[in-house]
């Protein structure tokens, strides 16, 4: 029973980060407005399955965070370092929209900067 349910587990985890907008690319531009909202764009569109509440047109290519709390604050610092270097970045949105004026945007979840 043990070698059944630890593939079926592992295969639930997997097909649930699949579900997700993700990227791997630079960071193309950075905005921040007064109230916190941010917005970070990549040079690529998100791969996987963004929210369905994302204006691809527009935001297809954009996470979203609150930069009033310490993760966003820590997020647009991991970002800004990136764009300043040139280096990659591996993000994954949360499959909720709602941080942004709108909603429209992708909440950002987790992310990795890669030099």
Request: net charge neutral.
């Amino acid at each position: 029973m043990r070698k059944f349910l630890i593939p079926v587990i592992a295969a639930l985890y997997v097909s649930n980060a699949y579900s997700l907008g993700s990227v791997s690319a630079k960071v193309e531009q950075i905005r921040v407005d007064g109230d916190g909202g941010a917005m970070i764009f990549f040079d690529k569109p998100l791969g996987g399955t963004p929210a369905a509440c994302v204006d691809k047109t527009n935001y297809g290519n954009a996470l979203a965070v609150d930069a009033a709390t310490d993760g966003g604050k820590a997020v647009l610092s991991m970002v800004l370092t990136a764009k300043a270097s040139g280096a990659t970045v591996t993000a994954y949105g949360h499959g909720v929209c709602g941080v942004y004026g709108g909603n429209v945007v992708e909440v950002w979840n987790h992310g990795f900067y890669c030099n």
